[in-house]
C-alpha cells in the first residue's frame, strides 16, 4: 500500500533526523567545551568524497600530521539504520590522530536497503582506496579495521572476506584488492543474525531483533559467529573491545569464544561503561580503550 510505504519512510527519516542531531548536539558541544582534544592541527580532513553513484556513497580521509602507520577504514554503527558518518567523525579523527590515514565510511542504511547493501558499500570504498593509494600515501595491504555496533558487525564481515572465508559476490570483490587485515577491532559487535545469543535485557534484545529485522528481512544472512563456528578463521589480529554495562556484551563474549576456537589470533579487553562508552573521547575508561586498541 503507497500510503502505508510512505508514513513508514516518514517515520524512519524522522528517526534518522532526531539520532543525527542528538549525537551531532552532544559531541559539538563537548568539541565547544573542549572535550574532544583532538586538534585541527593533528589530523587533516578530506570530507565527502563520492566513492559510488548513490547520495550515500561518501566517505571523509582523514590524514594525520606527520609520520603514518597505514590506512584504518572506521564503519560506524547505528542499528543499521541510523547515524552516519558525520556523527562519528571524531571517532575517525580518534583513529586518525593515533597515526593512520582514516577512512571514514558512509554506506546505504536499511531497511530501504538491507543485506548485502552497507557491505557491498564497504567493498566499493576499498576499490576506492585501492584506486587511489597515491592521494593516501599508503602502497602496503595491510589494513586495520574499526567498526562499533552494527559496524563491528561490518568490519568482522570484511576481515572475513579478505580471509577468503566468504563465498558471496560481495566477499569476492573484497578479496580480489589485496587488502591483509592487521587488525580487526569490533567495538560493543552486534555479532550473531540466527539469533543463538540473546541479550539479558528483554528490552535490549528487542532492539537487536529490530536491528536484525531492518537489516535482514526475513532472509538468513551470514555472521562471524557462524562463519567461525563453521571452521573459518580471520587474519592478522583480532581486538574484541567489550563493555562492563553494555548489553550486546554477551555477543563480544561469543565472538571471542569461537575466535579463539577457530585458531585465530585475538584479545579481548573489558572496559567499564555502557554500549558505545568508546565514543565518550575524553573520559578515562575510553582513553583507555583507545590506548589498548591503537598505542601511540
Same mark, same amino acid.
Given at each position: /500500500? ?12 524522522? &528517526? ?17 567545551? @573542549? ?18 553513484? #548513490? ?7 582523514? /590524514? ?6 597505514? !590506512?584504518? !577504514? ?11 558518518? #558525520? ?17 571514514? =565510511? ?41 567498526? &562499533? ?6 568490519? /568482522? ?16 570483490? !573484497? ?13 560493543? @559487535? ?35 559467529? #557462524? ?12 581486538? =574484541? ?49 583507545? #590506548?589498548? !586498541?591503537?598505542?601511540?
Amino acid at each position: /500500500m503507497p500510503f502505508l510505504s510512505a508514513l513508514v519512510s516518514t517515520a524512519t527519516q524522522t &528517526e534518522r533526523a532526531l539520532a543525527e542531531f542528538g549525537v551531532g548536539f552532544l559531541f559539538g558541544a563537548a568539541d565547544f567545551l @573542549g572535550k574532544l582534544e583532538i586538534s585541527s592541527e593533528k589530523v587533516n580532513v578530506l570530507a565527502d568524497i563520492p566513492y559510488g553513484p #548513490d547520495p550515500a556513497h561518501r566517505l571523509d580521509v582523514l /590524514m594525520p600530521v606527520g609520520p603514518t602507520k597505514g !590506512i584504518a !577504514i572506521h564503519v560506524h554503527g547505528g542499528g543499521f539504520r541510523l547515524l552516519s558518518k #558525520d556523527s562519528h567523525r571524531h571517532i575517525a579523527r580518534e583513529i586518525a590522530a593515533r597515526g593512520y590515514v582514516t577512512l571514514n =565510511v558512509n554506506y546505504r542504511l536499511a531497511p530501504e536497503h538491507k543485506y548485502p547493501s552497507a557491505l557491498q558499500d564497504i567493498a566499493s570504498a576499498l576499490e576506492w582506496a585501492a584506486a587511489n593509494r597515491e592521494l593516501l600515501g599508503v602502497e602496503g595491504p595491510e589494513v586495520v579495521l574499526v567498526g &562499533e555496533s552494527a559496524g563491528a558487525y561490518l568490519v /568482522m564481515m570484511t576481515a572475513l572476506a579478505m580471509s577468503g572465508e566468504v563465498d558471496e559476490v560481495w566477499a569476492r570483490r !573484497i578479496e580480489r584488492l589485496g587488502f591483509r587485515p592487521t587488525l580487526t577491532v569490533p567495538i560493543s @559487535g552486534l555479532m550473531d543474525m540466527k539469533r543463538n545469543v540473546r541479550c539479558d535485557s528483554k528490552m535490549a534484545e528487542s532492539e537487536v531483533e529490530r536491528a536484525r529485522l531492518a537489516f535482514a528481512g526475513s532472509a538468513e544472512v551470514p555472521d562471524p559467529i #557462524d562463519l567461525l563456528t563453521s571452521g573459518a578463521r580471520v587474519r592478522g589480529l583480532v581486538k =574484541v573491545v567489550r563493555a562492563t554495562q553494555d548489553p550486546l556484551r554477551v555477543h563480544s563474549d561469543a565472538l571471542f569464544t569461537v575466535l579463539s576456537s577457530s585458531g585465530s589470533k585475538v584479545e579481548m579487553q573489558s572496559f567499564d561503561g555502557p554500549h558505545s562508552f568508546h565514543a565518550f573521547t575524553w573520559t578515562d575508561a575510553a582513553r583507555d580503550a583507545w #590506548d589498548w !586498541i591503537l598505542p601511540r
